[in-house]
């Protein structure tokens, strides 16, 4: 990544495509509670994707705005990182890139409260709330899950085991970025052993670290959201609620 | 004609239709240029995403246009970010009156782990638990009481 225009693209395309895969759970969640639950989280990160997505415009100054932004680049052309466009899975692969996702931005929007960038502080100030009753939300499940039955440690352990490689391309370093992803991961390592040591999962071993999406090198997954919730937007150009 | 101020602050919000954005801490500054008569009106919102902030913006301009105020702007600003503390006592009263349980103060460290006990907005009984943390609008959770069994709405510290 280089420069401002890159580092909130780069967190607005992890909140918005977070936003689209958990809004694919409306009607679908195992109850209504949680269905309203997920529901919430994804207006959550619309909410700061659309407010990074606006910063990053502005900052271009080539004239797009959050929704030329959001519907009208293509895959290659989205930094997120792969975490946030696998597939929902079942369950407990949910959670566990909730969890994990919420235990990188939590401390992510902290550091950016504090940043030099006025704009960027103030959003970070903002989602920073949101993000804690993020990680709250997904901590409470996969513990519940991962110290529940034995089917559902299993599904929890596996759904751990997978996502967990995706998870150290959070914090590719880099240095000149306003709030260095590399310092982050301290702290989100405190939270994510003692609630896996909890839920009685075993922490994966750090290995295959897979990654490419901070420079648009995606997985085959992105293009079909994508397609998806770009398809109204492309046959509309400009189309407004 | 009402002072631009008076009338922004009348303003109920969308979605708790019992409380104004004034009460609700929405509402960050209303200032007029004596000159022009325009009006700049400054919210800041509850949650990022709250799909509330377009109609508020709708009804502020209205009623500083039936208030004689037509020449109107609303401008969005989200430092410093929103804090349930913001909900004046009157709102929080309102609030409950309504069957919402209001929130409680927020710590220094950010978000209040849910220890204080949150009382029935029915029956005033502090025997509640949390059916779920997300409730009907981004700022609300779900509550049941254990005295009544009726369930209610809690604004969420924030």
Redesign the interface.
């Known amino acids: 990544m280089n420069g401002p225009f890159d580092f909130a693209l780069a967190l607005a395309d992890d909140a918005l495509i977070a936003a689209q895969r958990l809004a694919e759970w409306t009607t679908r969640a195992p109850e209504m ?2 269905d ?2 997920l ?3 994804a ?6 994707a ?2 990074l997505l606006s910063y990053a415009g502005e900052v271009e100054g080539a004239g797009r705005d959050e929704d030329a932004l959001a519907y009208l680049r293509d895959d290659r052309e989205f930094r997120n990182a792969l975490l946030v466009e696998l597939p929902n899975g079942d369950f407990a692969v949910t959670m566990a890139k909730l969890f994990f996702l919420a235990a990188y931005q939590l401390p992510l929007y902290t550091a950016l409260a504090g940043c030099a960038d ?1 704009r960027l ?3 970070g ?6 993000s ?2 993020h990680l ?2 997904g901590a409470l499940w996969v513990k519940r899950l991962g110290d529940g039955t034995e089917e559902s440690h299993r599904r929890m352990q596996a759904a751990v085991d997978q996502v967990w490689p995706y998870t150290h391309e959070l914090f590719a370093a880099d240095p000149a970025a306003p709030v260095d992803p590399a310092t982050l991961r301290p702290a989100f390592d405190e939270v994510v052993g003692p609630v896996l040591a909890e839920a009685t999962l075993t922490r994966p071993d750090s290995g295959w670290a897979p990654g490419g999406g901070r420079a648009g090198v995606h997985t085959e997954h992105l293009a079909y959201l994508l397609a998806e919730m770009q398809v109204l937007h492309r046959a509309h150009p400009g189309a407004q609620w | 004609m009402t002072d631009a101020r008076t009338a922004a602050a009348s303003v109920v919000d969308p979605e708790i239709r019992v409380i104004t954005i004034d009460e609700l801490g929405i509402l960050r500054a209303v200032e007029e240029d004596p000159a022009s008569g325009r009006v700049t009106v400054t919210i800041t919102p509850t949650y990022t995403g709250c799909p509330a902030m377009d109609v508020i913006r709708a009804d502020i301009r209205r009623a500083l246009a039936a208030a004689g105020h037509p020449d109107a702007e609303v401008r969005t600003v989200y430092s410093p970010a929103w804090s349930t503390d913001w909900i004046s006592e009157g709102g929080r009263a309102k609030l409950a009156a309504a069957g919402i349980a209001p929130p409680a103060p927020v710590t220094a460290a950010g978000v209040v782990p849910l220890t204080l006990a949150v009382r029935c907005p029915q029956c005033g009984s502090p025997e509640t638990e949390q059916v779920s943390r997300f409730g009907s609008t981004a700022c609300k959770a779900l509550w049941r009481c254990r005295s009544c069994s009726e369930p209610f709405d809690h604004l969420k510290a924030l």
């Open positions: 509670e949680e309203i639950a529901a919430n989280i207006l959550d990160q619309l909410g700061a659309r407010l006025q502080a103030a959003i100030a903002k989602a920073r709330k949101e804690a009753y709250d939300h």
